[in-house]
């Protein structure tokens, strides 16, 4: 694997550009540098920057709504097409990982048309469907087992009070996060910012959690399903050009 030194430099200025926005918005302090302090803004609002699971169910709401399901090895759905994938340069790709269990949940930050109809979903990130109930835009219970994403994407639970547990904690990330645009209007003082909120780090502090369990949880699931048999698809009679027999 090789890394280009250009685009390292290339990300490094756009995250100056970004801390230097946060600043002047007045939504975190400025950091004064020490020796071996390389992360960008205090250490307060640098808690979970290395929690992976984290980051990838904040970036669903970033691609919104580009979330794509697997229901082949090596087919997917997404909003917009009931046929994609990806490209073969992709870490997820099929070539890969030599097949993709159904099942298997994706964000993507574009959805590009190819020949045939078919469309091709690039830059793509695993993530699991906790991340997706929980950061998708609208989560609905469409039986006392199935919970529906945004209109399309479908989920199912035995267990009727986890389905209650999810949709509750729903509510309350949104409620915590329209209050967290809410103060990005007010006018604070120079000791008080958006991270000083008790209540809110100690709900993202439990996602943190959470979203790492899950995420082991169902990649573990996800192995267990690619080694049962796959289904046997019926295969197509052929037929001679023209659409008949000739007798």
Not at 61 to 88: E, Q, V
Not at 114 to 121: E, T, V
Not at 216 to 227: H, M, N, P, T
Request: glycine letters at 6%.
């Amino acid at each position: 694997m090789f890394i280009h030194h250009g685009s390292l430099r290339e990300l490094y200025r756009v995250a100056e550009q970004m801390e230097q926005t946060l600043i002047d918005l007045r939504l975190m302090p400025r950091t004064i540098v020490a020796p071996g302090y390389w992360m960008f803004g205090p250490r307060e609002v640098n808690t979970n920057s290395t929690n992976e699971p984290l980051i990838k169910a904040l970036m669903i709401s970033g691609f919104y709504p580009n979330i794509a399901a697997s229901f082949d090895a090596k087919m997917m759905r997404t909003l917009h097409a009931n046929k994609a994938t990806m490209s073969n340069q992709s870490i997820n790709s099929i070539n890969k990982i030599g097949g993709r269990p159904r099942g298997s949940v994706y964000t993507f930050s574009e959805l590009s048309k190819q020949q045939g109809g078919l469309y091709m979903c690039r830059n793509t990130t695993a993530v699991s469907p906790l991340m997706v109930m929980l950061f998708g835009q609208s989560l609905k219970r469409a039986s006392p087992t199935i919970l529906d994403v945004d209109g399309w994407l479908q989920f199912r639970h035995d267990d009727t009070q986890h389905t209650e547990t999810i949709l509750k904690l729903k509510d309350s990330i949104d409620i915590v996060l329209a209050n967290a645009f809410g103060e990005l209007q007010k006018e604070h003082g120079e000791d008080r910012y958006l991270h000083h909120d008790p209540v809110r780090n100690k709900l993202v502090d439990l996602m943190g959690s959470l979203f790492a369990v899950d995420e082991k949880s169902y990649v573990d699931y996800l192995i267990e399903q690619a080694k049962l048999p796959q289904p046997v698809q019926p295969k197509r009679k052929n037929r001679k050009k023209g659409g008949y027999n000739k007798r």
